[in-house]
């Protein structure tokens, strides 16, 4: 079972934060969209076994997410649609998790606050829903969504609220369960990306 999570384009909102945070692509990031659509149609070779391939298209209901997810529609053939467990936080994800004073000093023990906790269990059910469609379709799934919520996925699957990750727009990375066990295939996968189409 392998589940695909790729962070939308660059949004109007993080080149102007403001009250609206639901804003829709930038036009670079119209241009990453387009870019990583082409990709993913071309279906490439991600090792020496296995190509990129997905049969099912899920996508957070936030506008970045939704145009994201359009321009690799239109590319694969496929379907979107709305998960809203895809969603992003509705606040700075990061400000929330633990911090050392030291790269080996131990972790505080202090409480995780309340709306963290509830978007941790909002980020497993997201992986729970992804999962169930990857065995029933049988076939990879594609999901469009945001920097918070793949990172608190990813944190859910290694079981550890102290580990961050810095991921790129339109990046992908991958989640496998296989032999028993969740395995990160990828991070921040950005080879159809060139230098000036990078951004985070």
């Known amino acids: 079972m392998k589940i695909f999570l790729v962070r939308h384009g660059q949004s109007l909102w993080q080149l102007q934060p403001s009250e609206d945070w639901d804003t829709t692509l930038s036009p670079l990031g119209h241009s990453q ?3 990583l659509a082409g990709w993913c149609a071309r279906h490439p070779a991600l090792d020496r076994t296995s190509r990129f391939e997905a ?3 899920r996508a957070s209901p936030l506008l970045r997410a939704q145009q994201t997810a359009g321009h690799l529609a239109s590319a694969l053939g496929l379907p979107v649609r709305t998960q809203p467990s895809l969603a992003e936080a509705a606040f700075h994800v990061v400000s929330e998790l633990p911090s050392a004073a ?3 000093a131990p972790w505080p023990q202090a409480p995780l606050s309340e709306r963290y906790l509830a978007f941790r269990k909002q980020a497993g059910e997201a992986l729970t829903e992804l999962a169930d469609l990857a065995e029933e379709s049988a076939a990879p799934v594609l999901a469009v969504t ?6 608190t996925l990813l944190r859910t699957v290694l ?3 102290v580990v961050c990750f810095k991921l790129y727009n339109c990046g992908i990375n991958a989640i496998e369960w296989k032999a028993g066990r969740w395995r990160i295939a990828h991070v921040n996968l950005w080879d ?4 000036e189409l990078r951004t985070t």
């Open 192 to 195: 159809h990306l060139p230098p």
């Open 55 to 57: 049969g099912v298209l």
């Open 102 to 104: 030291a790269p080996f």
């Open 33 to 35: 969209a387009r870019r």
């Open 159 to 161: 079981e550890t609220d």
């Open 146 to 151: 945001h920097g918070g919520l793949i990172k």
